[in-house]
């Protein structure tokens, strides 16, 4: 590839003594799993650099599966994530890694996925809604097609105090029964749109994206969220220094 493109690293791990094996996530060419030689080493321009949620423009070549790093720079300081924020992108950074295929153009992804990290460097509170509206966008662009606003086997607009059962490959349809596949017309309204106003909407965003992404993700577990599960765990151990304010 002769020309740049704007990338980020989705993940990395250590390769020989001193390089680095990178999956990036590219503009043009999708999910690229490219070999940075030397990028460990003391004196290379790569160190630091070559890091999660850091806006890049980058280099490589290469024809087989794996290609090599020719150049990399920085377009902007890395986006400032912590806490569960820094969790929810390093969800966002697995989802990516795990659903997409190899050197396949998600141009328009690409910007879902900024705009993401975006929201998350600058939220305060829950990154859940942002989260979802994420795992929407990626089922969008694998080809995932639904239709929330009508029912499947009547074709009606759905109503908001009705309930829909979600079935595989054919979409939602009318029915009395209860349970963890049905949701009503306003959850689906919800959905469409991209808006969780409240608890109840946000929480039937999520059992609908992990119902839907299942099929994508087979039966290994997200090591993000056993992450995330830990930190929440140990978050809830710390307890206030007196006088703070916090223990009363």
């Not at 999956?23 to 940075?36: C, K, M, P, Q, S």
């Not at 997200?222 to 009363?248: C, H, I, W, Y």
Request: charged share 25%; net charge positive; with cysteine.
């Amino acid at each position: 590839m002769d020309g740049w493109q704007r990338a980020f690293v989705l993940h990395g791990r250590h390769y020989s003594e001193t390089s680095l094996l990178l999956d990036f996530f590219t503009e043009n060419d999708g999910r690229v799993r490219i070999l940075a030689k030397g990028a460990r080493s003391r004196r290379s321009s790569l160190k630091g650099i070559l890091q999660p949620f850091t806006p890049l423009l980058i280099r490589w070549s290469g024809r087989g599966e794996v290609k090599t790093l020719r150049n990399a720079e920085p377009v902007s300081l890395g986006l400032p994530l912590t806490g569960m924020m820094l969790y929810s992108g390093l969800y966002a950074n697995e989802l990516l890694s795990r659903v997409l295929a190899h050197e396949t153009d998600y141009s328009s992804l690409f910007f879902d996925y900024l705009q993401c990290l975006q929201s998350l460097a600058a939220a305060t509170g829950s990154p859940e809604p942002m989260l979802r509206r994420f795992e929407l966008a990626v089922l969008h662009h694998l080809g995932y097609g639904v239709d929330f606003l009508h029912c499947a086997a009547t074709g009606l607009p759905v109503d908001d105090d009705m309930t829909y059962r979600f079935r595989e490959e054919k979409g939602f349809i009318a029915s009395v029964v209860i349970d963890h596949y049905t949701f009503t017309g306003r959850e689906l309204q919800a959905l469409a749109a991209g808006q969780f106003p409240d608890l109840e909407t946000l929480r039937a965003a999520k059992r609908f994206t992990r119902m839907a992404l299942k099929p994508y993700l087979g039966g290994k577990p997200l090591k993000s969220r056993e992450l995330f599960g830990q930190f929440m765990a140990n978050k809830s151990q710390v307890k206030p220094l007196p006088g703070t304010g916090r223990d009363g």
